[in-house]
């Protein structure tokens, strides 16, 4: 069965650290790695899409790593602001097309 | 460009009451996905419709259904409606299959 799990479920940190957000799969074939962004009541928005080539990719103060032959995924981010509280949810795409969404870690930025 | 629409933003309904919710996806979109989100879990995928047609859907009961009108709108109908159907349920969109999907605000149900 295609899992995907994040680490760790919810964190603090205060404004202007930095952090890293953890995100390992099963999933195989495996087509390419989505780092989404949700606001509390809101819909996904997409940060960064890795494929199977990619090592790194940037998306301002996020920075998203990708090592396929562990399966293991990480969401950087850096000098945190009051904005990025959120939910941040890894989601892996399969050859076949399904996605197999991680049940997401909430980061909260405190003052 | 428009994003993504849903409706209602907030549906408020008692056990036993059927529910219906509506999407309307990004201007040439095609595809249209419905998913789950019940408070402090992940997403789960529900129903795939492209080009008016249900192409797959996810592990729910019969009782979750829908479909895709001919402008690729959707809807997303939900019978005998059960406490734990309350969540937030999210549409998205893609131009055709396996292509980045764009989300919608969602809409809240609550079921008392």
């Known amino acids: 069965k295609n899992q995907v799990e994040q680490s760790p479920q919810s964190l603090i940190i205060l404004e202007g650290k930095n952090c890293t957000l953890q995100?390992?799969?099963?999933?195989?074939?495996?087509?390419?790695l989505r780092w989404y962004k949700q606001d509390t009541g809101r819909g996904p928005v997409s940060l960064t899409i890795?494929?199977?080539?990619?090592n790194t990719k940037s998306n301002g103060r996020y920075t998203a790593t990708l090592d396929a032959d562990t399966k293991q995924s990480s969401l950087h981010i850096t000098a945190s602001q009051l904005s990025d509280s959120a939910s941040y949810i890894c989601?892996?795409?399969?050859?076949?097309?399904?996605?197999?969404f991680g049940a997401g870690t909430t980061v909260t930025v405190r003052a | 460009e428009a994003g993504v629409t849903q409706s209602p933003t907030h549906l408020i309904k008692t056990r036993g009451q059927q529910a219906t919710l509506r999407c309307s996806p990004i201007?040439?979109?095609?595809?249209v996905y419905w998913y789950q989100q019940a408070l402090g879990l992940g997403l789960q995928f529900l129903l795939w419709?492209?080009?008016?047609?249900?192409?797959n859907r996810g592990n729910f009961p019969p009782r979750f259904s829908g479909r895709q009108f001919p402008n690729y709108s959707s809807e997303l109908n939900v019978n005998a409606l059960e406490l734990e159907d309350s969540a937030l349920y999210l549409c998205?969109?893609?131009?055709?299959?396996?292509?980045?999907?764009?989300f919608g605000p969602g809409t809240r149900l609550t079921v008392l």
């Open positions: 201007s040439g979109h095609t595809s």
């Open positions: 995100c390992n799969y099963t999933v195989s074939p495996f087509s390419n």
């Open positions: 998205a969109s893609s131009h055709g299959r396996g292509n980045e999907q764009f």
């Open positions: 890795m494929t199977f080539s990619e």
């Open positions: 989601v892996v795409k399969g050859g076949d097309y399904k996605l197999s």
């Open positions: 419709y492209d080009e008016g047609e249900e192409r």
